[in-house]
């Protein structure tokens, strides 16, 4: 779904426009994803021969998607210190060898060299982001995506509020519903429940069960043995036309065992099946009590305080240059309404 097409959306959501104002438009974005994607495209340094691709890129990103969003209010979440850990436990495979390869080998000489420049960048990124109005969120031992999801089902408190999601994770499809929108950078294009339905035959709703038994090669996640997209839909045409669970798909399998050996794989690996699903289902987020209190709090706080001159500073001691044109007038097309 293209620009024109969501605000068409998000127009047809009530007839009455100034009903429509009075909703939340809540941009969530997947921090760490948002800094990955500028640091391996942009191969920028500064006249100290810094590489400044991530960390100018991400802003000039955040601020392309705030003017195209206009939200009322913007989270940026980042992964917490061992953040897999709970993930792991479960599959001890889980995202292994992920950031073990050069990404950007055109400036960098070795793996190491490029890692401590991600770090480094992204330490100075939440400097600059507490100079925003934009509210910043890291839990130790929590991934961005269980943050995401309790964000994007408790921030709505109207049928009107909105929660746009950005990353070029597909994860984040098993949230898309009527109040939440998936924006994927990488292909410019907003998700809606229409979205996932034109693209993968199946509704928002099923996306979980799919990628469960699919798997997901990204995080080594192992699907089915044998089983793909076509061969998934002829086996389960249930996934098209109604929500289906695991538990659903293991009583079809039990009923028709004798029909297909697929159905008998997944009666076998029934176990190593739902590990899947604790390890991808975002409905059920890996937060403990303490984080969910933790994130209502961060949720019923105020905007952070707006400090520009902060943030041209710090822009001015990286040398950032033309990565973003007239920072000044910049600032105040991008955040000045964020400060509401």
């Known amino acids: 779904m293209k620009r024109k097409e969501l605000l068409k959306l998000l127009e047809n959501v009530q007839e009455d426009k100034e009903s429509i104002a009075e909703g939340k438009r809540v941009l969530v974005i997947d921090g760490l994803n948002l800094f990955f994607r500028n640091f ?7 006249p100290n021969g810094a590489h400044i691709g991530g960390l100018g890129g991400f802003f000039r990103s955040l601020g392309f998607l705030i003017k195209q969003m206009d939200p009322t209010e913007v989270y940026i979440v980042f992964d917490g210190i061992g953040s897999s850990q709970n993930r792991k436990n479960l599959i001890p495979e889980y995202k292994s060898n992920r950031h073990l390869t050069r990404v950007n080998s055109v400036v960098f ?3 190491e060299e490029e890692s401590d420049a991600k770090i480094d960048q992204i330490i100075r990124i939440i400097h600059y982001l507490k100079t925003l109005p934009v509210k910043v969120i890291s839990v130790d031992k929590v991934e961005a995506d269980d943050v995401i999801a309790f964000l994007s089902k408790e921030v709505p ?4 509020d909105k929660v746009f999601i950005v990353s070029s994770d597909r994860d984040f499809i098993q949230l898309i519903n009527k109040n939440t929108i998936l924006y994927r950078p990488i292909e410019k294009e907003y998700y809606t429940e229409q979205t996932v339905v034109d693209k993968f035959q199946i509704k928002a709703e099923n996306f979980l069960t799919y990628k469960i038994l699919m798997g997901d090669n990204s995080d080594k996640i192992l699907g089915v043995k044998g089983l793909g997209p076509k061969k998934l839909f002829k086996l389960f045409p249930e996934l098209k036309e109604q929500k289906t669970t695991l538990d659903d798909i293991f009583d079809i399998s039990e009923k028709k065992i004798k029909e297909n050996l697929i159905y008998a794989r997944i009666l076998q690996t029934i176990e190593e099946l739902r590990k899947n699903s604790r390890v991808m289902d975002l409905s059920n987020p890996m937060l403990s009590d303490d ?4 994130l209502e709090e961060v949720i019923k706080s105020p905007i952070p305080d707006y400090l520009p001159s902060h943030f041209i500073s710090l822009y001015e001691e990286d040398h950032l240059g033309n990565i973003i044109r007239n920072v000044d007038s910049w600032l105040k097309e991008v955040f000045e309404n964020l400060k509401r």
């Open 157 to 160: 408190k109207d049928p009107k």
């Open 109 to 111: 000489d070795d793996y």
């Open 40 to 46: 391996a495209i942009l191969n920028m340094v500064n």
């Open 291 to 294: 984080d969910k209190t933790f």
